[in-house]
């Protein structure tokens, strides 16, 4: 799950140069998934939860899009 979930947010993200592609997001989700460790959370809900952070942000995809989230859904009906 975790692969299939990175890999979308790669190809979403792939055109963007402010900071916000893969790299960050891979920052981020290893980050985090320390933290669960040290805080002994559930390492991969936590990494998921990484993964989607920037997928609908109003930075990225506008405000609309983070109203109604079509990238994250479109990656649970695909």
Known sequence: MIEKVQN????LLKENNDGHGINHIKR???LATKFAQ???????IVALI???HDVDD???FGEENQ????NARKLYVD
């Open 8 to 11: 979308y947010v790669a190809k």
């Open 28 to 30: 981020v989700m290893n």
């Open 38 to 44: 040290i805080e002994t959370y559930e390492k991969e």
């Open 50 to 52: 990484a993964l989607h």
């Open 58 to 60: 109003y930075k990225l």
């Open 67 to 70: 109203k109604s989230l079509p």
